[in-house]
T-cell receptor, first 113, second 114 residues
Framework: DQQVKQNSPSLSVQEGRISILNCDYT??????FLWYKKYPAEGPTFLIS?????DKNEDGRFTVFLNKSAKHLSLHIVPSQPGDSAVYFC????????????FGKGITLSVRP | DGGITQSPKYLFRKEGQNVTLSCEQN?????MYWYRQDPGQGLRLIYY???????QKGDIAEGYSVSREKKESFPLTVTSAQKNPTAFYLC?????????????FGPGTRLTVL
């Protein structure tokens, strides 16, 4: 049973517009959430994270929103750039002494020039 | 330059052979992890180690083995018992085992079983 779900496999947006990538989770013990960006044949790179005590975290063009009651988080990229085209993974951790991450299947973002 | 190195980048093996994938980090991180990625799938945890000389099974440990004799090294052996070993393997590390730290990934090793 998938505990972290990224239900849309792909997203295409115009350069300069907003990209909104969604992620849902089922495990109520998840306490810390992360987004990673991945290019083909490379390792993922960390983008941004949020702990459950917050509902928003911002870093430059990237903002992550967390809705605990809905068990939903989203990554907003504004403005989108062609270099943002990649696969984006949502990941979650129970925090505390347990450092295991559970990943979603990823969303392929394409930013059109 | 601090980072995680994985070697080799591409690896081919014949069915029935064991193969060991290397992972080294010079970040002085305590925790290290091995993931597997298959097409259209997320990353699935194979094994992880929170401290030297200790490691735990992840979600898909069957057919794999690891060791953690040194802080900077966490090699993964894919044994002949692994039914579908062809995949992209990723090693990661985090500064400590606590669950509020991001993991940093190496460049990956693509293993193909012929």
């Amino acid at each position: 049973d998938q505990q972290v779900k990224q239900n849309s496999p792909s997203l295409s947006v115009q350069e300069g517009r907003i990209s909104i990538l969604n992620c849902d989770y089922t495990n109520s013990m998840f306490d810390y959430f992360l987004w990673y960006k991945k290019y083909p044949a490379e390792g993922p790179t960390f983008l941004i994270s949020i702990s459950s005590i917050k509902d928003k975290n911002e870093d430059g063009r990237f903002t992550v929103f967390l809705n605990k009651s809905a068990k939903h988080l989203s990554l907003h990229i504004v403005p989108s750039q062609p270099g943002d085209s990649a696969v984006y993974f949502c990941a979650a951790s129970e925090g505390g002494a347990n450092s295991k991450l559970t990943f979603g299947k990823g969303i392929t973002l394409s930013v059109r020039p | 330059d601090g980072g995680i190195t994985q070697s080799p980048k591409y690896l081919f093996r014949k069915e029935g052979q064991n193969v060991t994938l290397s992972c080294e980090q010079n970040l002085n991180h305590d925790a290290m992890y091995w993931y597997r990625q298959d097409p259209g799938q997320g990353l699935r945890l194979i094994y992880y180690s929170q401290i030297v000389n200790d490691f735990q099974k992840g979600d898909i440990a069957e057919g794999y083995s690891v060791s953690r004799e040194k802080k900077e090294s966490f090699p993964l052996t894919v044994t002949s018992a692994q039914k579908n070993p062809t995949a992209f393997y990723l090693c990661a590390s985090s500064i400590d085992p606590a669950g509020y730290n991001e993991q940093f990934f190496g460049p990956g090793t693509r293993l193909t079983v012929l």
